[in-house]
């Protein structure tokens, strides 16, 4: 679920890094599906993105 909300509203693990201030690697880590964020990085993603945020992430919880 968190690596089809990333692709569907950042262009790149270059832009998920700089929002949600991790390294590239994690943001590539995530970008390919491999681990997740946790809970203040996804208060983040419910903060920049809230409707897509609900849309994608809601069964996570």
Do not use: D, S
Not at 32 to 59: E, R
């Amino acid at each position: 679920m968190w690596r089809a909300f990333l692709h569907a509203h950042y262009r790149n693990q270059i832009e998920v890094a700089y929002c949600y201030g991790v390294t590239e690697k994690a943001a590539e880590k995530w970008w390919l599906g491999i681990g997740g964020p946790n809970g203040a990085k996804v208060a983040i993603a419910y903060q920049t993105h809230p409707a897509g945020a609900a849309t994608f992430l809601k069964w996570a919880a």
